[in-house]
């Protein structure tokens, strides 16, 4: 069990094979191969990648931890790979011959008078939202209780309050990161600001290793969250209807779609709205009329923001639920038997009946698209490359057939939808066979990215299949 720290108002592998040698170091717990405690210090989310074995974990509690596991991956030129919630898709956080620094030690939270929060780089979500909430503050991020808030800030953060309140990168006020020369630097716009620029959707394991993160909050508010169950027949309706009314609707409301694939699916739509429910209501209604159908369910809640979190979650802080169920956490969250990739809407869906037979001819799938636009479009300069896409698709094929076969069928979605919406995808989905990933994930920024890696890792530290180096 780790200890959680409520304060005041309460990367990712790459290719070498070298095996850690490093000497013990005051603060740091070192867990190598053959130690008691190794097989489950290893684990990440996915249980695909469990036969990984890196060549150490490192457990960090402070900069001078992070720094010295620089220090030691720089000397015995091994791979380094930070990790918080281990929730890579491709498992580069679990990566062979690597060490792993996992910062979830690194967990405070403190929040101020002036609305800002500090956050520890290894602090999980839903531990985030309920400190946030105890303090009486907000903040948008994302719908996972066991992700880390480096990874999803670092790749931009795409959430149920997105359109509301922007990406979680759009809301970092400064950062402290161990850069790969083993320096703690400040960086804000006033401090090193091109890697400021980066660090806000450039992705994780570019840069560095953040031990810190501070962010603008906003005084919490109350929520009606919403969910409408369609037919499966009205799936081609319901993919025409949503997206136009998404677009059409006021910045308060993000809604996310979602269906199995399979023809007897029931598509959904999944809504968070910052007001009341009596103000939410005709905006459904409206949704409603225009797909032409009436619903199977429906149900519009007024929620706390910590509430509609665990709604979205799937889980209550309550109890262990919302907790990691694995690496000998003792909580409650299962694994993840899925392969994912990703693609981002640059042009509205202008065939929805393709669109529908598409999802219904990817068996054994569960297929999301989460609207953006509204304040993430409207969202300051970062390095995040999609402040013009409509929505973010993920296609999620689980493993019932085997990981091989399962990552065929997502690999004919993945590129399908490339050709119906354009090559792009989101940077926090990595797919490791994502075609022209390079493009695919850093988009326009590219260049100014590898600029920038250039400038702080000349030596290469930080490497891994799909990173800048």
């Known amino acids: 069990m780790r200890r959680r720290s409520f304060v005041k108002a309460v990367g990712l592998g790459a290719l070498s094979t070298v095996v850690f040698t490093g000497t013990s170091a005051a603060g740091v717990r070192w867990i190598r191969p053959g130690d008691a405690g190794y097989a489950e210090a290893k684990l990440g989310y996915f249980p695909m990648y469990d036969h990984q074995r890196p060549g150490a974990i490192a457990e960090v509690t402070s900069v001078a931890d992070v720094q010295r596991c620089i220090e030691e991956a720089r000397r015995s030129g091994s791979r380094i790979a930070a990790r918080c919630g281990g929730h890579s898709y491709p498992g580069y956080s679990t990566a062979d011959g690597a060490l792993v620094v ?103 394991g570019n840069f560095g290793i953040v031990t810190r993160f501070t962010f603008r909050t906003e005084p919490v508010r109350n929520m009606t969250t919403w ?176 990981e091989a076969a399962a990552r065929r069928t997502m690999g004919t979605a993945r590129d399908e939808l490339g050709r119906m919406f354009g090559e792009a995808g989101y940077v926090n989905y990595l797919d490791p066979q994502m075609p022209n990933w390079q493009r695919t994930y850093y988009g326009r920024n590219l260049s100014r990215l590898r600029s920038v890696v250039r400038r702080y890792d000349p030596d290469r530290v930080f490497t891994f299949p799909q990173g800048l180096a």
């Open 102 to 204: 996992d910062v979830r030690g690194l967990d405070r939270i403190e929040v101020h008078a002036d609305g800002t929060v500090d956050v520890g780089a290894g602090v999980l979500l839903m531990d985030l939202y309920k400190a946030l909430a105890a303090a009486g503050r907000m903040m948008p991020a994302g719908t996972c209780p066991t992700v880390g808030i480096s990874g999803l800030t670092l790749g931009g953060g795409i959430g149920v309050t997105a359109r509301q309140m922007g990406l979680t990168c759009d809301r970092v006020v400064k950062l402290e990161i161990v850069t790969p020369d083993g320096v703690h630097r400040t960086v804000s716009p006033a401090e090193h600001p091109d890697l400021f620029w980066a660090l806000r959707g450039g992705g994780g």
């Open 227 to 402: 969910r409408v169950k369609f037919a499966p027949a009205a799936l081609p309706a319901l993919l025409d209807a949503w997206p136009r009314w998404q677009a059409r609707a006021p910045w308060a409301m993000t809604s996310s779609f979602g269906v199995s694939g399979g023809t007897g699916a029931s598509p959904s739509i999944h809504g968070c709205f910052i007001g009341t429910a009596a103000k939410a209501k005709p905006f459904i209604d409206d949704l409603v009329r225009r797909v032409g159908s009436p619903p199977t369910s429906r149900s519009e809640t007024e929620k706390t923001f910590l509430a509609a979190m665990e709604e979205f979650a799937w889980c209550s802080t309550a109890d262990k639920s919302c907790q990691p169920g694995w690496g000998g956490g003792g909580g409650g969250q299962t694994r993840g038997e899925y392969v994912a990739t990703s693609r981002m809407l640059l042009r509205p869906i202008s065939d929805p009946q393709a669109l529908a037979d598409l999802l219904r001819n990817t068996p054994n799938s569960y297929n999301m698209i989460d609207a953006v636009g509204g304040a993430v479009s409207d969202g300051p300069p970062t390095a995040y490359p999609h402040r013009d896409a409509v929505g973010s698709i993920q296609v999620e094929v689980f493993l019932g057939d085997g």
